[in-house]
């Protein structure tokens, strides 16, 4: 899937008893994708399956919050965060996602499992679309962006470190 997706200003709800999962290998390629996530997505499960997650990532996502999530998980831990996703439509759709490592039978990590669900409306309509501006805005300030990515993950973890919080603790307190 090479077509490029234009974002729109259209967002896509979901129902708040549903839940939207997805499986992937240590790439971050797709290896499962439940009916939920295909249906909200715009995809079929033959179309997500081996495909790398970011397909669904919107342009407004700050590298950095992916980078902090990618580092929790490949350290063994779970993460939970505020993800603006993009439909092949170009639509949107925020989620509140739990993302965690999975685990062979030799309690080696094999993959990620990720469960998203609806989340807090205050959060994705106040807070969080602020803060990833900002976020995003420190990166493209930057020519080359490892420096943008790094700048922005200071600030990021400055901003947990004023507040006294892990980011985890921040997004639950929303």
């Given at each position: 899937m090479t077509k490029a997706i234009t974002p729109t200003q259209r967002e896509i709800f979901f129902d708040p008893d549903s839940f939207i999962v997805s499986k992937t290998d240590l790439k971050g390629r797709i290896t499962y994708a439940n009916r939920v996530f295909c249906e909200v997505a715009g995809y079929t499960e033959q179309e997500l399956i081996g495909q790398p997650h970011s397909l669904i990532r919107h342009p407004d996502m700050p590298r950095a919050?992916?980078?902090?999530?990618?580092?929790?998980?490949?350290?063994?831990?779970?993460?939970?965060a505020y993800v603006k996703n993009m439909a092949r439509s170009g639509d949107y759709?925020?989620?509140?996602?739990?993302?965690?490592?999975?685990?062979?039978?030799n309690l080696q990590v094999c993959g990620f499992h990720s469960s998203r669900r609806v989340p807090k409306r205050d959060a994705v309509e106040k807070i969080i679309p602020p803060f990833y501006a900002e976020l995003s805005r420190i990166e493209f300030s930057y020519r080359n962006a490892k420096e943008g990515l790094a700048a922005?993950?200071?600030?990021?973890?400055?901003?947990?470190?004023?507040?006294?919080?892990?980011?985890?603790?921040?997004?639950?307190?929303?």
């Open positions: 919050v992916f980078k902090l999530l990618w580092d929790t998980i490949q350290d063994g831990r779970e993460v939970f759709y925020w989620v509140f996602a739990h993302v965690t490592p999975s685990y062979d039978r922005s993950q200071q600030h990021l973890m400055k901003t947990l470190a004023a507040s006294k919080v892990s980011y985890d603790e921040f997004v639950f307190s929303l």
